[in-house]
């Protein structure tokens, strides 16, 4: 059960994004080897999207578990030696404050990764439900020059238009893969709740809510 937490606080010289997807990374690999020390993140300094910015992580990474299992990640897994050896602020594991009345959820946006496989991939696109009125002329229009079905070519516009919306309201880090070593990017969203009925949900190994697990937020 959540019950205590981490904040680690990053320079403004620092790029906060690039850092905290290395320590999140620590907190996959000691999640893997413990399954019972589940842990969850938060960004309780998150950016929204602006009209001309995306959003940002905000300069505040919060880990979030047991008193137990938070002690452990700083000390039997070089967390901690990673954090002073950079000289990265943090503070050492304290307790959920007994105010706090809302709610929030860090998880990743797979559709980000599901669109953009769709948009290199047309062949993959299923758009025979689209009804033909509701195709632009404009839309018609290209597609009648570029040889492609109407209908394809606006589903596909609406696709692009969902993925921008999505990415400017994700922060993307690029992480490395335990099992292909190869790097890739998640997508990161946050959203706060009043209410949260999942509180002792389940977190992935990387700390992000699944099934709306959510965490005390102040």
Known sequence: MISHYIDIAVDDHLDATSLFAR?????????????DAQLAIDLPNWQPPQKMM??????TLRVLGTDASLGDL????GFMQFLIEGGIAFMGVR??????????????NYRIERYTQLLADHTQIHFDRVDESDIPAHI???A?????APALLFTMERLMQTLHADKKSSVAMRMQSESTGKPFTMNLGRETVEKC??????????GFSVEGACVPSW
Do not use: W
């Open 23 to 35: 320590l999140i990374y620590r907190i996959h690999g000691y999640c893997k080897t413990r399954q």
């Open 95 to 108: 307790k959920i404050p007994d105010h706090t009345r809302r709610f929030a959820r860090v998880s990743r």
């Open 197 to 206: 009925e999942a509180v002792a949900g389940h977190f992935s190994t990387y």
């Open 54 to 59: 995306a959003a940002k992580a905000g300069n």
């Open 140 to 142: 018609k229009e290209v």
């Open 144 to 148: 009648g020059e570029t040889n492609m």
């Open 74 to 77: 700083l000390l039997k897994t």
